[in-house]
């Protein structure tokens, strides 16, 4: 890689600046934008010490446990060595994602910084900003209505909304005066949100429809929760509903659309899931696209995968890199209290 020039932590401010502020720019959310300083929701890293306690079933908490005593590196790892890989779900995911759950229902952070977010999302020039998100928390979600920001999730209802994915795609017909012809547009201009590993609210009733409660209360008890915990599963479960919807977006936005995505800004994502780095990869060859990186910390073996790539730019706390050269890291441009400024 090539030394960084003096001036480098102002260069990458200038290219980090130029690509918020351009055409076609989607964005994937990660732990880190709902962190807010331990105030939010924890990270990945955080959640089995959190979440133990919570799983009654002894037996299954002890494997889990084992697992990580013996070497596995997280509770995804964890996950992953107890996986059958059968097309019937471990009781382990169930026990894990029930657990986040009841974690993370009470809680009721500070929604300022999402709020500023979406509204800046609002008011760009784009007929639709795309947001994928990684997360299972509501902040967006609840940030938007706060703002009065048009959002759309994929869902339509109230007390128990239903999926629909073609409401992605809805359009109206907006007047231009007494007598020019109507103009199609997105419509009221929303920001689409995309959640990958589905959401806190989100099961699957009896009948197999998506359903969404509201935020703070538990779906009725004979539903399945449609949150995926960190494991290797995520890659299988992704060919279901609703997420072959969601999926099938979010690789067209990357590379099969006619218009795909120029940028994509992942904030608080430290690309430790495979099944997302993929796709993201797949969009790397094209000339036209640029990722960006922000995040406090990437391992090693991350770090040196992406941070290469002439068309990437990498800021974290400890390093920094623009289109392969390397440099120092940077104070605070990582952080989303204040990447949610710069959109």
């Given at each position: 890689m090539a030394a960084a020039a003096p001036d480098f932590i102002k260069n990458i401010e200038a290219k980090v600046e130029e690509q918020l502020k351009a055409q076609r720019v989607g964005y994937l959310l990660g732990a880190g934008s709902s962190y807010?300083?331990?105030?939010?929701?924890?990270?990945?890293?955080?959640?089995?010490?959190?979440?133990?306690?919570?799983?009654?079933?002894?037996?299954?908490?002890?494997e889990i446990q084992a697992k990580l005593d013996s070497g596995a590196t997280g509770i995804e790892h964890a996950l992953d060595l107890l996986d059958d890989g059968g097309a019937v779900d471990t009781p382990y995911r169930h026990l894990v994602t029930a657990a986040i759950a009841d974690l993370f229902l009470p809680k009721s952070p500070s929604l300022d910084l999402h709020v500023e977010f979406v509204r800046r999302l609002a008011r760009r020039a784009d007929p639709c900003v795309k947001v994928f998100s990684l997360n299972y928390d509501p902040?967006?979600?609840?940030?938007?209505?706060?703002?009065?920001?048009r959002l759309v999730d994929g869902f339509?209802?109230?007390?128990?909304a239903y999926f629909n994915s073609a409401v992605f795609s809805e359009t109206f017909l907006q007047p231009r005066g007494p007598?020019?012809?109507?103009?199609?547009?997105?419509?009221?201009?929303?920001?689409?949100?995309?959640?990958?590993h589905g959401s806190l609210g989100w099961y699957e009733d009896p009948t197999q429809e998506v359903r969404r409660c509201a935020f703070n209360v538990a779906p009725p008890s004979h539903a399945k929760r449609l949150m995926v915990p960190p494991q290797r599963r995520k890659a299988t479960d992704t060919m279901y509903p609703p997420y072959a919807a969601?999926?099938?977006?979010?690789?067209?936005?990357?590379?099969?659309?006619?218009?795909?995505?120029?940028?994509?800004?992942?904030?608080?994502?430290?690309?430790?899931?495979?099944?997302?780095?993929?796709?993201?990869?797949?969009?790397?060859?094209?000339?036209?696209?640029?990722?960006?990186?922000?995040?406090?910390?990437?391992?090693?073996?991350?770090?040196?995968?992406?941070?290469?790539?002439?068309?990437?730019?990498?800021?974290?706390?400890?390093?920094?890199?623009?289109?392969?050269?390397?440099?120092?890291?940077?104070?605070?441009?990582?952080?989303?209290?204040?990447?949610?400024?710069?959109?």
């Open positions: 807010l300083e331990n105030t939010g929701y924890p990270l990945a890293l955080e959640l089995w010490d959190l979440i133990k306690d919570r799983i009654t079933d002894e037996p299954k908490r002890r902040l967006i979600e609840r940030a938007a209505e706060n703002a009065r920001v339509l209802g109230h007390e128990q007598r020019a012809k109507p103009t199609l547009h997105p419509a009221g201009l929303p920001v689409h949100l995309y959640k990958l969601l999926w099938s977006t979010f690789r067209g936005c990357m590379s099969q659309d006619a218009k795909p995505l120029h940028r994509l800004p992942g904030f608080g994502y430290g690309f430790a899931d495979e099944h997302v780095n993929a796709v993201i990869e797949a969009a790397m060859v094209r000339s036209d696209f640029t990722l960006l990186i922000f995040t406090k910390a990437l391992t090693d073996t991350v770090w040196q995968r992406w941070s290469s790539k002439g068309n990437a730019v990498v800021v974290t706390e400890a390093r920094c890199s623009l289109k392969g050269t390397v440099g120092p890291g940077h104070t605070d441009l990582w952080r989303f209290e204040r990447l949610c400024k710069e959109v």
